[in-house]
């Protein structure tokens, strides 16, 4: 038998979610606005003017930025960052991780209170700019990638992910006759797959937003991030440095080309969440509660 509850609606109620509604319009308006201007048909763009649907629709801009060598670089740059610098982030931190859940390893609790330490204390920005410089990784992708191969939160929470893993299955495992190895693959990565799933969306968005590190470390405009290009268009006001096609058309206005290269850095991962969204709560809820 199941018991109903029948709560009638309160003024407070009403209250509540007409300010709740109120603050998620004012939260979207601006989104509503870059995608506007972002589609505006460069013969219709008049500047300092609000638009909530464009009086022309047109994908010029898109058209523009997208054969521009530039932004193509940026693209291509900041992919090659979010991928390689995803597997890295995840087998290091994964494989870190299920080393500290091992009791019997030498030096366990030395590792996990270094780990500790960096949550609370860091070298700061000038070491690590003279580290990358003496390892000569300016200028080079990697800069954005070696040093931030994991960090102490992402640990613990794995960590305390697998500690709720049950020993017996690898102990069952290890009698079938898996080594380490193998039941590191085979047992530990299947069942942390929420887990996976979950860290494969926040360093993957980490990589995808880099802008200061790759501010510091990268002085040649070839090897920008898309960030550090959309700085130069949104922040610097200028879009003379996003090149210019081969054709003879003219540029569309700056306004529109800013605002469609910002749907265009967000649109990877709008497309990416969805498929993961349903790991996401999981993982880092049970990462978090238990240890």
């Given at each position: 038998?199941s018991f109903v509850?029948n ?10 979610y007409?300010?709740l509604g109120l603050?998620?319009l004012?939260?979207?308006?601006p989104f509503?606005y ?8 460069p013969?219709?763009y008049v500047?300092l ?9 047109s994908?010029?801009s898109y058209?523009f ?7 193509i670089?940026?693209l291509n740059s900041?992919?090659f960052v979010t ?6 982030n ?7 991780a299920?080393g500290?859940t ?5 030096g366990r609790?030395?590792?996990?209170g270094v780990?500790i ?7 700061g920005i000038?070491?690590?700019y003279l580290?990358?410089r003496?390892?000569g990784l300016?200028n080079?992708y990697w ?5 931030s ?6 640990l ?9 893993i049950?020993?017996e299955?690898?102990?069952s495992?290890r ?7 193998g039941?590191?693959v085979?047992?530990?990565?299947p ?19 880099t802008?200061f590190?790759?501010l510091?470390y990268?002085?040649d405009t070839?090897?920008?991030t898309?960030q550090?290009?959309i700085?130069?268009?949104?922040v610097d006001?200028d879009?003379?440095?996003?090149g ?17 290269s910002?749907v265009?850095s967000m649109?990877?991962?709008?497309i990416v969440y969805?498929f ?10 049970l990462g978090?509660?238990?240890?």
């Amino acid at each position: 038998m199941s018991f109903v509850h029948n709560r009638k609606t309160t003024f407070g109620d009403v209250l509540n979610y007409s300010a709740l509604g109120l603050i998620s319009l004012i939260s979207l308006f601006p989104f509503f606005y870059v995608l506007s201007i972002s589609f505006t048909d460069p013969q219709t763009y008049v500047p300092l003017k609000f638009y909530i649907f464009p009086e022309k629709w047109s994908l010029s801009s898109y058209e523009f930025i997208l054969s521009t060598r530039s932004f193509i670089d940026s693209l291509n740059s900041t992919i090659f960052v979010t991928v390689v610098g995803t597997l890295f982030n995840l087998l290091f931190t994964f494989t870190m991780a299920y080393g500290l859940t091992k009791k019997g390893v030498p030096g366990r609790k030395v590792f996990l209170g270094v780990v500790i330490f960096t949550l609370f204390f860091s070298a700061g920005i000038i070491p690590s700019y003279l580290l990358v410089r003496n390892l000569g990784l300016l200028n080079s992708y990697w800069s954005l990638i070696w040093p931030s191969l994991t960090n102490a939160w992402s640990l613990i929470v794995v960590k305390s992910f697998m500690d709720s893993i049950h020993p017996e299955l690898e102990d069952s495992a290890r009698i079938d006759g898996c080594s380490d190895l193998g039941v590191f693959v085979r047992i530990i990565i299947p069942l942390s797959m929420p887990a996976v799933a979950a860290f494969t969306l926040f360093f993957a968005v980490n990589h995808w937003n880099t802008y200061f590190n790759a501010l510091i470390y990268i002085s040649d405009t070839k090897k920008w991030t898309l960030q550090l290009l959309i700085k130069q268009l949104v922040v610097d006001a200028d879009a003379s440095g996003i090149g210019q096609t081969s054709g003879n058309d003219a540029a569309p206005p700056q306004e529109t080309i800013r605002m469609a290269s910002i749907v265009l850095s967000m649109v990877p991962i709008l497309i990416v969440y969805p498929f993961l969204q349903r790991h996401f709560a999981k993982g880092v809820m049970l990462g978090s509660v238990k240890g």
